[in-house]
């Protein structure tokens, strides 16, 4: 199995601000995905990042308000740009290994103010 | 577009109960995930099923295709089993995961 840790684990943000979170694995990975939570809510996912590649966003997400570096096959960065209080969510990456099972990070808990 | 339904939404126990969670979905799937995630948010994976039944400890997780239904079962629930399990599928060879919006379970000792 994979372990994933991730940076920062929780932040309080002002509006207008962008936040960098860290995904970091214990194994080298292909695919890494990138997931909100909004509050009361399922997982949405944002993208898919491949490494050497531009990340894969799904509908409605953009790379202008969520970019994502993918230097290696074990990190990867999500950022929140120019944030609002609608962004208020549980971040969380995920990896997918050879067995085709999912293993999620510990989540990243962010508040817009 | 796989729409995953989970039933019940909420659900409080008392220390020792047997617990079912069920999720329903609406089109074919190639796998199907229960997931638990803690208040702090973190996402454990328990099961992966394509078919059948499989067991790890006090959970049990079954799946019947051709119904469209899976369900999970603890056994002997304890308050450390108090979380949020979300069922989550596959479609084809598709990685992208379909979530449920979850079960909200408390075990009260």
């Known amino acids: 199995s994979a372990v994933i840790s991730q940076k920062p684990s929780r932040d309080i943000c002002q509006r207008g601000t962008s936040l960098t979170i860290q995904c970091q694995v214990d194994s080298q990975v292909t695919m890494m995905f990138w997931y909100r939570q909004q509050p009361g809510q399922s997982l949405t996912l944002i993208a898919t990042?491949?490494?050497?590649?531009?990340?894969?966003?799904e509908s409605g997400f953009v790379i202008d308000k969520f970019p994502i570096s993918r230097p290696n096959l074990t990190f990867s960065t999500l950022t929140v740009s120019n944030m609002s209080p609608e962004d208020s969510s549980i971040y969380l990456c995920?990896?997918?290994?050879?067995?085709?099972?999912?293993?999620f990070g510990p989540g990243t808990r962010l508040t817009v103010l | 577009k796989n729409e995953v339904e989970q039933s019940p939404q909420n659900l409080t126990a008392q220390e020792g109960e047997f617990i079912t969670i069920n999720c329903s979905y609406s089109v074919g799937i190639s796998a199907l995930h229960w997931l638990q995630q803690h208040p702090g948010g973190g996402i454990v994976s328990l099961f992966m099923?394509?078919?059948g039944k499989k067991k790890h400890g006090r959970l049990i997780a079954t799946i019947n295709i051709q119904e469209k239904h899976s369900s999970l079962h603890i056994t002997a629930s304890h308050p450390r089993d108090s979380a949020v399990y979300i069922c989550?599928?596959?479609?084809?060879?598709?990685?992208?995961?379909?979530f449920g919006k979850g079960t909200l379970l408390t075990v009260n000792p």
């Open positions: 099923l394509s078919s």
């Open positions: 990042a491949n490494q050497g590649s531009e990340a894969t966003y």
């Open positions: 989550a599928v596959n479609e084809g060879s598709n990685y992208k995961l379909t």
């Open positions: 995920s990896v997918d290994q050879y067995t085709d099972t999912q293993y």
